[in-house]
C-alpha cells in the first residue's frame, strides 16, 4: 500500500516518470531495518518508553547500514533513512527540516503514516478515512509539506481505493 499511494503522491506532483518508479519501486523498503529492532519493542502492545522509542528510532539508520552500497539507488537510501523526518525539523535521525528532506522521503513518509493510522496494530485501533484524512491536514507545515498536503487532499478517495483493494 505505501509503494501505491507514494506512486500516486509522486504522480501527482509531476515528478519525472523515472523517480516516481523509483519511489514507487523503493517505498516498500522504508522500514527495512526493523529487522534490527527487538521483537518485543516492535510488537509491543501498548505505548513505548522514551528508552524503547530511541531504540526503534535507530531502524532508519540500520536500514541504511543494510543497503548503503554504491550499486544501490540514493533514492532508495533516501527513502530508508530519511521517512521519518519531519517538515518542521522535529524528525529524525538528523532533524532536516523543509527542503533538506528527500522529495522521495517526503512522500513515503506520507503514505507511511497515511498506511499507519488507517491500520490495526497492537497497540491501537484503526482510525476512520475521515480522522486519517483530518490527522495528517492538520499536520501541514509541521510534520509535511504545505504542497504535499495540498496534493494529498486532490488524490485522498484514491488513497482510500487502495486502501481497500490492498486490505490485509
Given at each position: 500500500?505505501?509503494a501505491?499511494?507514494?506512486?500516486?503522491?509522486?504522480?501527482?506532483?509531476?515528478?519525472?516518470?523515472?523517480?516516481?518508479?523509483?519511489?514507487?519501486?523503493?517505498a516498500?523498503?522504508?522500514d527495512?531495518g526493523?529487522?534490527?529492532?527487538?521483537?518485543?519493542?516492535?510488537?509491543?502492545?501498548?505505548?513505548?518508553?522514551?528508552?524503547?522509542?530511541?531504540?526503534?528510532?535507530?531502524?532508519?539508520?540500520i536500514g541504511?547500514?543494510?543497503?548503503?552500497?554504491?550499486?544501490?539507488?540514493?533514492?532508495?537510501?533516501?527513502?530508508v533513512?530519511?521517512h521519518?523526518?519531519?517538515?518542521?525539523?522535529?524528525?529524525?535521525?538528523?532533524?532536516?527540516?523543509?527542503?533538506?528532506?528527500?522529495?522521495?522521503?517526503?512522500?513515503?513518509?506520507?503514505?507511511?503514516?497515511?498506511?499507519?493510522?488507517?491500520?490495526?496494530r497492537?497497540?491501537?485501533?484503526?482510525?476512520?478515512?475521515?480522522q486519517?484524512?483530518?490527522?495528517?491536514?492538520?499536520s501541514?507545515g509541521?510534520?509535511?509539506?504545505?504542497?504535499?498536503i495540498?496534493?494529498?487532499?486532490?488524490v485522498?478517495?484514491?488513497?482510500?481505493?487502495?486502501y481497500?483493494?490492498?486490505?490485509?
Amino acid at each position: 500500500r505505501v509503494a501505491k499511494y507514494s506512486e500516486i503522491i509522486a504522480t501527482a506532483l509531476d515528478l519525472p516518470l523515472e523517480k516516481i518508479n523509483e519511489i514507487t519501486l523503493y517505498a516498500p523498503l522504508h522500514d527495512i531495518g526493523k529487522v534490527g529492532i527487538p521483537h518485543n519493542i516492535l510488537k509491543k502492545p501498548g505505548k513505548l518508553t522514551p528508552e524503547e522509542f530511541k531504540i526503534m528510532m535507530r531502524h532508519s539508520y540500520i536500514g541504511y547500514q543494510m543497503i548503503n552500497d554504491p550499486a544501490i539507488s540514493e533514492t532508495a537510501k533516501n527513502i530508508v533513512l530519511f521517512h521519518h523526518e519531519k517538515w518542521d525539523g522535529t524528525g529524525y535521525p538528523r532533524r532536516l527540516k523543509g527542503d533538506e528532506i528527500p522529495i522521495e522521503a517526503q512522500i513515503v513518509a506520507l503514505a507511511d503514516v497515511y498506511d499507519a493510522l488507517r491500520a490495526e496494530r497492537v497497540y491501537k485501533s484503526a482510525f476512520s478515512k475521515e480522522q486519517t484524512e483530518e490527522i495528517i491536514k492538520s499536520s501541514s507545515g509541521a510534520h509535511f509539506m504545505p504542497q504535499l498536503i495540498e496534493v494529498f487532499d486532490k488524490v485522498k478517495d484514491k488513497f482510500e481505493e487502495i486502501y481497500w483493494k490492498f486490505k490485509d
